[in-house]
Structures are given as C-alpha cells and as structure tokens.
C-alpha cells in the first residue's frame, strides 16, 4: 500500500504545497479532494515560483497524473486562468495529465456573490473568508442546489438545472440583499465556453484514484486548508466549508479506509492563521511581526496579512488525534533563527484551571490563555543544511521536543522554500 494523506495540523498555509511537489517526485498520482480556489499552494523551484488554487502541487513532475477530485468546488474561470499560467510557462504538456471529477461541483457566479454579501451581513461576526464563493458553494451542495462538472458535458440539462437554480438564488439576491438578479443568458453562455473547452478533462477520478491504490501505484492525497478550519473538527463558525482532516480526504478522493495509510501531518515551526477567529498563540507584538516578515506570511490567495504566533502544541495534539497522524512533516524552521528564546504552547490556561484539550465553543476558545515551554533558540542560518545531524543542537531539541510531546516521529523538516532546501529523514514512497 502507498497512499499518503497530506493534511495541514493548524489553520492552513503550512507549506503543503511544497512537501506535495517534494514528495510528487516518486509518485503516479495526485488528488486534491477538498476545497477549491480558497487554497494557494505554494511550490518553488529554482528561479520558479508557482501557486496552486486548483490544480495539484505534483503537475510539475513529468510521471504524476493530477486529478481534481470529487470534494472540490471547482470555479472553471480560476482554472483555465491556472491552466494558462503553466503553458505560459511552457508547461502545456502537464495538462495531458489533469483529470477533473465530474462530481465536483461548480463554483457558480452567485456563489461568489452571496460569499461576499453574507459577509456584509454579518458585520463585526464575519468570517473573513477569501470571497472564493466556497461557502455557498458547499451550501448548495449540502442543500442539493448544486451544479456539478458532469453537468456542463449536458447543454440542457445543465440549462435546466441553471435555470431553476437561478430563479431561487435570484430571489435571496433580489429580496434578502436588494441586490439586482443575475442574468440566465450571461451564466449560461459563460459555462457553456466552459464545458466545451473542459469536455475532455472530465472524467471518473475516483475509480482512477481506486484503481492506482488497488494497483499499489503511489498515491498522495493533497489536502488543502488545514485540522482547525475543518467544518466539523475546527474553530466552528471560523472554518472553512470542507473537511481538511484526513477522513475528508479520503472521501474528497473517492477512496475507501483502506489499510496502512501514511498520514502526515504537514506542521508549520510555528503558526499563523489568515481571516477572523481564535487564535491563542497569536503574538500582536514584535514576535508576531518578526515572524510575518521573515516567514512572508501574506496570503497566497488574498495577499492578506496572516495573524502569526508560537506553535501552539494544543491544536498539533489535537490535529494528531482527528486526522490520526502518524508522521510530522516540521516546515519553514528557517525562519525561527535569530530568535534568542522559543516558546511553544503546551497547555492553555481557562480561569484557574490548566488544560491540554481543545474546547468546544468559540466563546470558551477566546479564554485560553497559553501556557509555554521555553527552549533556547539559535543563531545560525540553516537554510542550506541538508542532514540532520548538521542542524545546530538547539534546533534538534526543538524538534525532538515537538517528538515527544507529540509521540509522532518527524520524516521531513523543511528549511527553504525550495524544494531542495528539505531534510529528509524518511522517505515516504
Ligand atoms: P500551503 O497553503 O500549506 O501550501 O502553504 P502556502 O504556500 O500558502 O504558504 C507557505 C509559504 O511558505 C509559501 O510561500 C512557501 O513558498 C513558503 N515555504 C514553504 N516551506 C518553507 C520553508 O521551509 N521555509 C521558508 N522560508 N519558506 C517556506
Ligand atoms: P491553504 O490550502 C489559510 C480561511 C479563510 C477564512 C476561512 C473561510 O492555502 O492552506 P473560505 O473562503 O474557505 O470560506 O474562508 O478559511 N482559509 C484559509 N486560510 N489557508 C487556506 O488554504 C485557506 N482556505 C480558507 O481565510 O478564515
Ligand atoms: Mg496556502
């Protein structure tokens, strides 16, 4: 068996893209199964830097078939814009191993119209989502309003189903928002270009994904997001509209629990978080600051600020636990050179009491208040190191105190955002 989940411990933006395009060298195929262009995947190269929103962080490797899986919400326009890049690029030829799932479904133009609207609407409560139209995409679908890809290889039926849909979603446009309603013949026309110029991309993902796997081909699951923005298992109502844990991937990909599944848990050396929504570790002072600078945390997608702080060892214990990890991947350790000190958050204080476990509403989440180990930190640069063993001893105990708090081995420790600058203690595939 060679399936690896990829899934991001914290809030996102851990640097999956990377360790997917690192990993992707030995694999056959990549799935993304989840989420939609709310994702930016970030992979470098040499001189080359590429983000994803759509298309899987293994598309570079000649060897790796990259499906679109039957979880995502997919936005043909922000896909065939991505598909344009990689042939600007010279790259055209990657596309003859894209494959979308025809039962993803479509991010319509209203959905990125309400996902801004209902943002307004909830004023000071907002999300700050990245306006991508996910929410109301998934809404639809749970609400059974949703147009998938399939339906765009069926002019009328997906005139029908665009009509309908339509009419209902004009209506909460008209008479919720006072806003104008959306034109039928624009959107038809718009996703009529679409299908035709997508037709032969669509296709059954999941039973090539099952077939790879059953095959014993390598396969990596790319989650996209991250544990705590998981619409069941994160900071509800501050999370996405997917699932980011490992058990949404496997749906997402169209592939049972089979045995012997590698989960690695993709754990930034400290964390970050981008929109509203609790964050206990988030330092607003010259820490914070330090680590937004030197880490370039400003959204892949958004260009947002990200909110920055220590590792908070609460939510990596806990995003052991839901996505039942068996791996750590350590990214972006660089950046924590220079500082005299770390702290990493190993329990929260609530009123009197010290805790380890995660709480269950937001309002209990805004009391925790961390509670920090402190180790020494380092000097050196380590972005050029490539083994362990040449590490400075403060970042090893670093790492081996992520170790034992954590009980899960750390395989990979990445150093640079190149995919050379990566230390490999195990090798995956
Ligand atoms: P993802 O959404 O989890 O794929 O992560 P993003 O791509 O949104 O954000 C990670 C950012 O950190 C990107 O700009 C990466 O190029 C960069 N990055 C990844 N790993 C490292 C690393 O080890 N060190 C440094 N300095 N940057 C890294
Ligand atoms: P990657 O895959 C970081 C956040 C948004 C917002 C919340 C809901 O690059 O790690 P949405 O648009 O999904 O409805 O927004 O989720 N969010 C992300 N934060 N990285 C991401 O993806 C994210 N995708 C969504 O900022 O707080
Ligand atoms: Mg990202």
């Known amino acids: 068996m060679s399936l690896c989940i990829i899934t991001g411990t914290h809030w996102g933006d851990e640097g999956k893209g990377k360790i997917v395009d690192c990993l992707s060298q030995n694999a056959d195929v990549v799935v993304r199964a989840q989420g939609g262009s709310n994702a930016g995947h970030t992979v470098v190269t040499g001189k080359e830097k590429y983000v994803f929103h759509l298309i899987p962080s293994g598309i570079l ?3 790796t078939l990259c499906l679109l899986g039957d979880g995502m919400v997919i936005n043909p326009s922000s896909l065939l814009e991505e598909m344009k890049v990689l042939t600007g690029k010279n790259l055209g030829d990657a596309l003859k191993r894209l494959y979308i799932s025809g039962k993803a479904h479509l991010v319509m133009p209203y959905h990125q119209l309400l996902d801004g609207l209902m943002e307004s609407f909830r004023k000071k409560g907002k999300i700050g989502t990245t306006g991508q139209g996910i929410g109301p995409a998934y809404e639809d679908k749970v609400a059974r309003w949703g147009i998938r890809v399939a339906d765009l290889l069926d002019e009328k039926g997906f005139a029908e189903k665009l009509s309908v849909t339509l009419q209902y979603k004009n209506r909460i446009l008209e008479n919720v928002f006072r806003h104008p309603p959306l034109l039928f013949d624009t959107i038809f026309q718009e996703y009529r270009g679409y299908g035709e110029t997508l037709s032969h991309f669509i296709t059954d993902t999941s039973k090539m994904a099952y077939e790879a796997v059953e095959s014993g081909q390598k396969v990596i699951i790319e989650g996209a997001q991250g544990t705590m923005l998981d619409l069941d298992h994160g900071t509800y109502p501050f999370v996405t509209s997917s699932h ?16 012997g599944i590698e989960i690695i848990g993709i754990c930034k050396a400290y964390t970050s978080r981008v929109g509203e929504g609790p964050f206990p570790t988030e330092c607003r002072d010259e820490t914070g600051e330090f680590l937004r600078e030197k880490g370039h945390e400003y959204g892949a997608t958004t260009g947002r600020p990200r909110r920055c702080g220590w590792l908070d060892g609460v939510v990596l214990k806990y995003a052991v636990r839901v996505n039942s990890i068996t791996s750590l991947v350590i990214t972006k350790l660089d950046i924590l050179g220079g500082l005299p000190h770390i702290q990493l958050c190993t329990g929260y204080q609530v009123g009197n009491e010290k805790t380890s476990v995660v709480p269950l509403s937001s309002e209990a989440w805004n009391q925790c208040q ?8 380092w000097e ?50």
Do not use: W
Not at 244 to 259: D, K
Not at 370 to 377: M, Q, R
């Open 380 to 429: 050196e640069d380590i972005s050029e190191i490539h083994s362990y063993g040449e590490l400075p001893a403060a970042t090893r105990r670093y790492l081996e105190f992520i170790e034992d708090f954590t009980s899960i081995p750390v395989g990979i420790i990445s150093v640079g955002p190149d995919r050379n600058q990566t230390i490999i203690r195990k090798e995956y595939f």
């Open 244 to 259: 980011p844990a490992s058990a949404g991937s496997l749906l997402g990909a169209g592939i049972g629990p089979v045995n």
């Open 61 to 63: 490797h000649p060897g």
């Open 370 to 377: 961390p509670v920090y180990d402190e180790l020494d930190g």
